[in-house]
């Protein structure tokens, strides 16, 4: 496994110097990358969907961007940033991007999903890497313009040209990573390790709030009180611990009762059977398999669970609480 760490004092743009990358969608992480990026001197073009249907083409013209179609743009690049949702990615690969990538060219991801499971299967004669910021792309601009940036990690999948991870390098340089630090992986462990964490780590996290808050409602504590104890109490720690460790926070910045709390029953509420099965079925391919089928299907499952979730006493007293304490 690779664990190479790359800063700005290792890394420059020069890789970059006279080619022109399209940024491929302009959502959430599409926009504030290419913004990024031309903020650093790269010459940025945008490849947006239907203009009758997606809102990428106008909020990119708003920005100052030249804006085409995908196949377009593609065959305009000499670096392709494909930032578009994963599950629609290989529909509009096999349409739009494969034959307009042009020979020694360079196709980058943001997630190394579709490529993974064979999805997308890029030509034998263009570079295949890939960049992933860790956070939502509007803390990605706003760390930038901080002078800082989002920690991230990049892969080479395929060198074609000799050069494809000072490319790649570049890209995250451009973006800001490097100013704190990109790690060096490979696709297929970026890919299992976010399906994973996201189930997990995420998921686990959100159950885990769902629950505190209803148990104690059920017990007869007022919502409220239960609210803020679901959910900004563990946001009032977070930040600490990765600031100081987990360690240093539970033995030095908490309170004897919750160093004990934490050591005696933490552990009770965590099934590590459980976690090994999800990880089991990530790295065989049975989360990607259920994801893509839950997409092709109109995702059946996840628009019921929005319906129903958004409907539960703890959203609704969430939105009161942020009301009434200045939060929304």
Same mark, same amino acid.
């Given at each position: 496994?690779?664990?190479?760490?790359?800063?700005?004092e290792?890394?420059?743009?020069?890789?970059?110097?006279?080619?022109?990358?399209?940024?491929?969608?302009?959502g959430i992480?599409?926009?504030?990358?290419?913004?990024?990026?031309?903020?650093?001197?790269?010459?940025?073009?945008i @490849?947006?969907?239907?203009? +009758?249907?997606f809102?990428?083409?106008? $909020?990119?013209?708003?920005d100052?961007?030249?804006?085409?179609s995908?196949?377009? /743009?593609?065959?305009?690049a000499?670096?392709?940033?494909?930032?578009?949702? +994963?599950?629609?990615?290989?529909? !509009?690969?096999?349409?739009?991007i494969h034959k307009n990538l042009k020979?020694?060219?360079?196709?980058?991801? /943001?997630?190394?999903?579709?490529?993974?499971?064979?999805?997308?299967?890029?030509?034998?004669?263009?570079?295949v890497?890939?960049?992933?910021?860790?956070?939502p792309g509007?803390?990605?601009?706003e $760390?930038f313009?901080e002078?800082?940036?989002?920690?991230g990690?990049?892969?080479? +999948?395929?060198d074609?040209? @000799?050069?494809?991870?000072?490319i !790649?390098?570049?890209?995250?340089?451009?973006?800001?990573?490097?100013? !704190?630090g990109v790690?060096?992986?490979?696709?297929?462990?970026?890919?299992?390790?976010?399906?994973f964490?996201?189930q997990?780590?995420?998921g686990?996290?959100?159950?885990?709030m769902?629950?505190?808050?209803e148990?104690?409602? +059920?017990? @007869?504590?007022?919502?409220?009180?239960?609210?803020?104890?679901?959910?900004r109490?563990?946001?009032?720690?977070?930040d600490?611990?990765?600031?100081?460790?987990?360690?240093?926070?539970i033995?030095?910045?908490?309170?004897?009762?919750?160093?004990?709390?934490?050591?005696?029953?933490?552990?009770?509420v965590?099934?590590?059977?459980?976690?090994?099965k999800?990880?089991?079925e990530t790295?065989? @391919?049975?989360?990607?398999?259920?994801w893509?089928?839950?997409?092709?299907?109109g995702?059946?499952?996840?628009?019921?669970?929005?319906?129903?979730?958004?409907?539960?006493?703890m959203?609704?007293?969430?939105?009161?609480w942020? $009301?009434l304490f200045?939060?929304?």
């Amino acid at each position: 496994m690779l664990n190479q760490v790359y800063r700005d004092e290792d890394v420059n743009l020069d890789a970059l110097k006279g080619k022109t990358v399209a940024v491929l969608g302009y959502g959430i992480q599409g926009g504030p990358q290419a913004l990024c990026l031309r903020d650093s001197g790269i010459d940025v073009i945008i @490849g947006a969907g239907p203009r +009758d249907r997606f809102p990428d083409w106008d $909020k990119a013209l708003e920005d100052g961007f030249d804006v085409y179609s995908i196949d377009e /743009a593609t065959s305009k690049a000499d670096v392709v940033h494909v930032l578009l949702a +994963d599950p629609a990615q290989p529909t !509009v690969y096999r349409e739009f991007i494969h034959k307009n990538l042009k020979p020694n060219s360079t196709i980058s991801f /943001a997630h190394g999903f579709n490529v993974l499971y064979g999805a997308i299967q890029p030509p034998p004669d263009v570079n295949v890497v890939l960049f992933v910021p860790n956070g939502p792309g509007h803390l990605v601009r706003e $760390k930038f313009l901080e002078g800082s940036g989002i920690y991230g990690a990049v892969a080479v +999948d395929q060198d074609v040209t @000799g050069n494809a991870m000072d490319i !790649v390098l570049a890209i995250a340089k451009g973006v800001g990573s490097t100013r !704190v630090g990109v790690v060096e992986v490979e696709f297929d462990s970026e890919t299992e390790g976010d399906n994973f964490e996201e189930q997990v780590l995420y998921g686990g996290t959100i159950a885990l709030m769902r629950a505190v808050f209803e148990v104690m409602v +059920d017990h @007869g504590y007022p919502p409220y009180f239960a609210y803020a104890k679901a959910i900004r109490s563990l946001r009032s720690v977070v930040d600490v611990m990765d600031e100081v460790g987990i360690e240093e926070y539970i033995s030095k910045r908490s309170s004897r009762t919750c160093e004990f709390a934490v050591r005696l029953s933490g552990p009770r509420v965590i099934d590590r059977q459980e976690i090994e099965k999800i990880w089991n079925e990530t790295v065989q @391919g049975d989360f990607a398999a259920r994801w893509m089928t839950e997409w092709q299907l109109g995702m059946f499952h996840l628009h019921r669970q929005r319906r129903t979730w958004q409907k539960s006493e703890m959203e609704v007293v969430g939105h009161e609480w942020r $009301k009434l304490f200045g939060e929304g």
